[in-house]
């Protein structure tokens, strides 16, 4: 189980630092106006998201089953705090395929968005980390 544990938490460190930089790096494609940049951006954002971010995502995932899983699923069943947290975990996949989608906007030149927009957008993560974090060590409910 510890193992299960430990490669959850470092896939899911993996997962949130592209989670992090992903629309960071949104903020300054949306700003860039030569095409040496855009280019360098697209290529940066390809890569962080299909190398790092997705199968950080996913192997967080598999192993937070497996960690769960492992202990014993009935364990957790009347645990509030563990629903939430799935709930914001969710929300998180969501929030992840919504990075799909604006990435294939930068892709093909049609981003609608200012900067300031991706500079808001990059706090998501920060603020679902917290709770996902505070439910997972504080079980609160």
């Not at 896939?11 to 592209?18: I, P």
């Not at 364990?75 to 939430?84: D, F, K």
Request: charged content about 15%.
């Amino acid at each position: 189980m510890l193992w299960f544990k430990s490669l959850h938490l470092i896939f899911m460190v993996t997962w949130f630092a592209g989670l992090f930089y992903l629309p960071r790096l949104f903020v300054y494609h949306a700003m860039s106006d030569d095409q040496i940049s855009i280019d360098r951006f697209k290529i940066m954002e390809r890569k962080l998201f299909y190398g790092i971010m997705t199968p950080g995502g996913i192997l967080t995932i598999i192993f937070g089953f497996c960690t769960l899983f492992s202990v014993g699923i009935a364990a957790y069943s009347g645990q509030i705090w563990l629903h939430i947290k799935l709930i914001f975990i969710l929300l998180l996949i969501a929030y992840h395929i919504y990075c799909w989608f604006l990435l294939q906007d930068f892709k093909h030149d049609i981003n609608k968005r200012s900067h300031v927009w991706y500079r808001w957008f990059n706090e998501v993560p920060v603020l679902m980390l917290v709770a996902i974090i505070l439910l997972a060590v504080v079980r609160p409910f």
